[in-house]
């Protein structure tokens, strides 16, 4: 079973980092921060066919949610040959303009390619909102996922985020195909991919050539991870928080205060 959660504020107790004991996790891992930033992996052969098919990007001019003429049939296409499963809508922009406006201008992109649903079908609406803080034709766009049978993949798909921290001790993940999953998923174009573990990975693999293994400190990743956040960012973790030193409910609102001060989002997917 898997849950998606929304981590809220919930204490605004202040507490020292003395008075903690996931901030020294370092002593406990050979990786810095315990943790490493991994690259997203191109689709292995087994899976390429699945990921050409299973997602489509659609560009637009700058302002416009208007699609082009010759758009209107790949969208088509895309939703026959996909036939009438789930799909995620997910509409870009770039960083120029208001940031209100361009959640608008997003979510009407998305709107725009969701006439091109068939009927009986009805997709998800996902504002991404912006990738870029320039003009990035890249970024002007709407990505159309036809959603995976698989449970991880699928999950992932309905949060672009900016940050992703991924669990990757080996208890968590049953064999190979759960791991496929989290290699394979759709992450949000630009976004930072890294892996909590306490050794066996190194910055700057691909997240397929990493091979789950030993424990994690998924607590002082976490906590590290948030120290690179801007304000206004959005943070997916997907773990089953078990460390090696359970987090307390003290702990648990020291956290939660952090996330409040950096001013970011974070978005679970506890298996």
């Known amino acids: 079973m898997y849950r998606l959660l929304l981590y809220s504020i919930i204490t605004s107790l202040a507490f020292s980092a003395n008075d903690i004991r996931f901030t020294d996790g370092q002593s406990r891992c050979t990786l810095r921060e315990c943790m490493c930033e991994v690259r997203p992996s191109p689709p292995s052969n087994t899976h390429r066919e699945e990921g050409l098919s299973r997602r489509l990007s659609i560009y637009f001019e700058e302002g416009s949610h208007q699609v082009r003429e010759s758009d209107k049939i790949r969208i088509r296409n895309f939703f026959s040959s996909n036939g009438r499963v789930a799909y995620s809508v997910i509409g870009y922009t770039d960083g120029c303009g208001t940031t209100g406006d361009n959640n608008l201008l997003a979510s ?124 206004g960012q959005t943070l997916l973790v997907v773990s089953d928080f078990e460390s090696t030193y359970p987090l307390t409910q003290r702990e648990r609102s020291f956290i939660l205060q952090r996330v409040r001060e950096r001013g970011v989002l974070v978005r679970t997917i506890q298996l």
């Open 108 to 231: 009407n992109r998305a709107k725009e390619i969701r006439h091109f649903a068939p009927n009986g079908v009805a997709p998800s609406l996902i504002a991404g909102g912006e990738v870029s803080s320039d003009h990035s034709g890249e970024a002007r766009r709407v990505d159309i996922i036809a959603q995976s049978s698989r449970m991880v993949t699928r999950e992932i798909e309905k949060v672009p985020a900016d940050f992703y921290l991924i669990d990757a001790s080996g208890s968590m993940w049953n064999g190979h195909a759960q791991w496929s999953d989290v290699v394979s998923a759709s992450v949000k174009p630009n976004s930072r991919i890294f892996l909590s573990m306490v050794s066996g990975c190194r910055n700057n693999q691909t997240i397929g050539s990493v091979i789950p293994r030993g424990g994690t400190e998924i607590w002082y990743s976490y906590w590290k991870i948030l120290e690179k956040m801007a304000p």
